[in-house]
């Protein structure tokens, strides 16, 4: 079964401090991506930061990096530095195969995070 | 990044009515859009794939005579919330995806069914 698990129901963090969002997958395909995706309370999937199965090494947006660790199937989301508006839903997704852009994504359950000042 | 646009942002309808939803990539051309369903508090979850020139594929459990699917062009597709009652209230998202490993949202729907 292709599955996406985020442990995580919330965290909290202190401002100008690193956190780090857990993701794991399940998934006997050689081909895939992970993205991670920002929803604040107006609901809008805010796009982050992507890995491909075959990137050797780990993505960085700005302050986002992913911690990908294929052999542990984890790909968790970094985020440095945070910042009162980083106070959101986070979602780790899944998208099977090299088809790009015919396949959905599946969503983790996702991690509320909470920066507080 | 790549622009995807989703209207209304969000709509109150009589139960039995219907109402449409319109999703638009403005840069780029979609063959495939998906459109995703999210209740509160929970995770976006795939009601059906949207297919330009074909008839939508739809995830088990998804009545497809009652969200009814167009993709009439590369750029637009659109869902229809046939007859809806108040268990059909929610947020409804929609997904495309320009050539390469990226995927971009409309800014989605909330909807609700009085």
């Known amino acids: 079964a292709q599955k996406i698990t985020q442990t995580q129901p919330g965290m909290f963090v202190q401002e100008k401090e690193a956190v780090t969002l857990d993701c794991t997958y399940d998934?006997?395909?050689?081909?895939?991506?992970l993205f991670w995706y920002k929803q604040p309370s107006s609901g809008e999937m805010i796009f982050l930061i992507y890995q491909g199965s075959y990137d050797e090494q780990n993505a960085t947006e700005g302050r986002y990096s992913l911690n990908f660790q294929k052999a542990r199937k984890s790909a968790n989301l970094v985020i440095s530095a945070s910042q009162l508006g980083d106070s959101a839903m986070y979602f780790c997704?899944?998208?099977?195969?090299?088809?790009?852009?015919?396949?959905?994504?599946?969503f983790g359950s996702g991690t509320r995070l909470q920066v507080q000042p | 990044g790549a622009v995807v646009s989703q209207h209304p942002s969000w709509v109150i309808c009589k139960s039995g009515t219907s109402v449409k939803i319109e999703c638009r990539s403005l840069?780029?051309?979609?063959?495939?859009m998906f459109w995703y369903r999210q209740f509160p508090k929970q995770s976006l979850m795939l009601m059906a794939t949207s297919n330009e020139g074909s008839k939508a594929t739809y995830e088990q459990g998804v009545e497809k005579d009652k969200f009814l699917i167009n993709h009439a062009s590369l750029t637009l597709s659109t869902l229809t919330v046939t007859s809806a009652h108040p268990e059909d209230s929610s947020f409804y998202i929609c997904?495309?995806?320009?050539?390469?490993?990226?995927?971009?949202f409309g800014q989605g729907t909330r909807l609700t069914v009085v």
């Open positions: 998934t006997s395909d050689q081909s895939y991506g």
């Open positions: 997704a899944m998208r099977w195969g090299w088809e790009g852009g015919r396949r959905a994504l599946t």
């Open positions: 997904s495309a995806a320009p050539p390469g490993p990226s995927a971009f």
């Open positions: 840069d780029f051309q979609a063959t495939t």
